[in-house]
């Protein structure tokens, strides 16, 4: 006597994880010279940035220490960075060393000045592309906080180097650099525009928009505001620093940090999650630069800074929901989606 089938409906087989899309370079290292090197680096991360930090934290260190501290820095996130992204490490990193020892060497305006910028766009851009795909709401604030670890190391090693810099210019020069070098790579990983999807293309233009609206009005309410709402924009800043002692930054806050949620989901699921990800390189740009102006006060900055990464995880957790969302509701529950492949955080992208 045969079994009959049991009913219900039935959920299709997802298909086998796919392997990684992109072609990759040999490992540089043997397996355990490889591990040890990471050892190093990261000892060395850890080291040069808890020095660089003396700068703005007053622990009784000698002031000497600063500056070659942000000069190792520099150039094991210049490690970082272009171990990541398959570049020639004897070029790049050669250059980011005869930088910082120029700089410290030297203590000339211009090589210190150049080394805090080499040093903020380095780790803005690293602090993303060091991140992975997040399926899981627990991986998601997992590369969300190493992100944040990176780009306060950038903001600490900027603050050591002590540069005699316009705090606006600087800032405006490391963004755009660091959103030119992060086009330049994610248009290689991101599988350039053609590649995108439609809800992907949603998402993108629906960022670049806002940053773009965001900006306008800002620029707008300074020069051509009318003094009702510059004098209550100056009171709210006012009652936020006085009453919490810092201000979220609306940049960060908005787009730069949500984005940072939303494409490291979104690659999850589609190569097309690095092209939100070049916003994410504006939020931790910012914050790499906060510290920039020595008549900046480490409190306040440190404060504005930590408010704002709680109130853009959570708008980025918003968005997230939003973005990750399944159009159809029958195909999510048909088909299971299978995750995304990337290399471990410690190997090339490509």
Same mark, same amino acid.
Not at 106 to 117: D, H, L, P
Not at 237 to 245: A, C, D, I
Not at 267 to 287: C, D, K, N, P, Y
């Given at each position: 006597?045969?079994?009959?089938?049991?009913?219900?409906?039935?959920?299709?087989?997802?298909?086998? %994880?796919?392997?990684?899309?992109?072609?990759?370079?040999?490992?540089?290292?043997?397996?355990?010279?490889?591990?040890?090197?990471?050892?190093?680096?990261?000892?060395?991360?850890?080291?040069?940035?808890?020095?660089?930090?003396?700068?703005?934290?007053?622990?009784?260190?000698?002031?000497?220490?600063?500056?070659?501290?942000?000069?190792? #820095?520099?150039?094991? #996130?210049?490690?970082?960075?272009?171990?990541?992204?398959?570049?020639?490490?004897?070029?790049?990193?050669?250059?980011?060393?005869?930088?910082?020892?120029?700089?410290?060497?030297?203590?000339?305006?211009? %090589? =210190?000045?150049?080394?805090?910028?080499?040093?903020?766009?380095?780790?803005?851009?690293?602090?993303?592309?060091?991140?992975?795909?997040?399926?899981?709401?627990?991986?998601?604030?997992?590369?969300?906080?190493?992100? =944040?670890?990176?780009?306060?190391?950038?903001?600490?090693?900027?603050?050591?180097?002590?540069?005699?810099?316009?705090?606006?210019?600087?800032?405006?020069?490391?963004?755009?650099?660091?959103?030119?070098?992060? =086009?330049?790579?994610?248009?290689?990983?991101?599988?350039?525009?053609?590649?995108?999807?439609?809800?992907?293309? %949603?998402? #993108?233009?629906?960022?670049?928009?806002?940053?773009?609206?965001?900006?306008?009005?800002?620029?707008?309410?300074?020069?051509?505001?009318?003094?009702?709402?510059?004098?209550?924009?100056?009171?709210?800043?006012?009652?936020?620093?006085?009453?919490?002692?810092?201000?979220?930054?609306?940049?960060?806050?908005?787009?730069?940090?949500?984005?940072?949620?939303?494409?490291?989901?979104?690659?999850?699921?589609?190569?097309?999650?690095?092209?939100?990800?070049?916003?994410?390189? =504006?939020?931790?740009?910012?914050?790499?630069?906060?510290?920039?102006?020595?008549?900046?006060?480490?409190?306040?900055?440190?404060?504005?800074?930590?408010?704002?990464?709680?109130?853009?995880?959570?708008?980025?957790?918003?968005?997230?929901?939003?973005?990750?969302?399944?159009?159809?509701?029958?195909?999510?529950?048909?088909?299971?989606?299978?995750?995304?492949?990337?290399?471990?955080?410690?190997?090339?992208?490509?």
């Amino acid at each position: 006597m045969s079994a009959t089938a049991q009913g219900g409906r039935r959920r299709l087989d997802a298909p086998a %994880t796919p392997a990684y899309d992109l072609p990759t370079r040999q490992p540089r290292l043997r397996p355990e010279l490889g591990r040890w090197a990471r050892v190093v680096v990261i000892v060395l991360w850890l080291a040069s940035t808890a020095l660089a930090a003396t700068s703005v934290v007053a622990v009784g260190a000698p002031a000497w220490v600063e500056r070659p501290a942000a000069g190792v #820095l520099l150039v094991v #996130l210049a490690t970082m960075l272009t171990h990541r992204v398959g570049g020639y490490l004897r070029i790049w990193v050669s250059l980011a060393g005869l930088l910082a020892l120029a700089a410290v060497v030297m203590e000339r305006n211009v %090589t =210190i000045t150049a080394a805090a910028g080499v040093t903020a766009v380095v780790a803005t851009v690293a602090s993303v592309l060091l991140t992975r795909p997040a399926r899981t709401l627990g991986q998601v604030v997992r590369e969300y906080s190493v992100a =944040i670890a990176v780009a306060l190391s950038g903001t600490v090693g900027v603050a050591a180097w002590n540069a005699p810099v316009g705090y606006q210019r600087f800032n405006l020069l490391v963004l755009g650099t660091s959103l030119a070098l992060a =086009i330049a790579v994610v248009w290689s990983l991101g599988a350039g525009l053609h590649g995108m999807s439609r809800q992907g293309v %949603t998402v #993108l233009v629906g960022v670049a928009v806002l940053l773009i609206v965001l900006l306008a009005y800002s620029s707008f309410v300074r020069t051509h505001g009318s003094e009702t709402v510059v004098d209550a924009f100056t009171s709210t800043v006012t009652w936020l620093r006085e009453t919490v002692g810092g201000v979220p930054r609306p940049v960060e806050v908005l787009i730069g940090l949500p984005a940072l949620v939303v494409g490291t989901s979104v690659r999850s699921r589609h190569r097309e999650g690095w092209w939100i990800l070049v916003f994410a390189v =504006i939020g931790t740009g910012v914050m790499t630069t906060s510290l920039v102006d020595p008549n900046a006060y480490p409190s306040y900055v440190g404060l504005s800074t930590l408010y704002s990464i709680v109130l853009g995880l959570a708008v980025g957790l918003i968005a997230r929901r939003i973005a990750m969302r399944d159009r159809s509701a029958r195909r999510n529950r048909a088909i299971e989606r299978p995750s995304r492949v990337e290399p471990p955080r410690h190997d090339p992208l490509r």
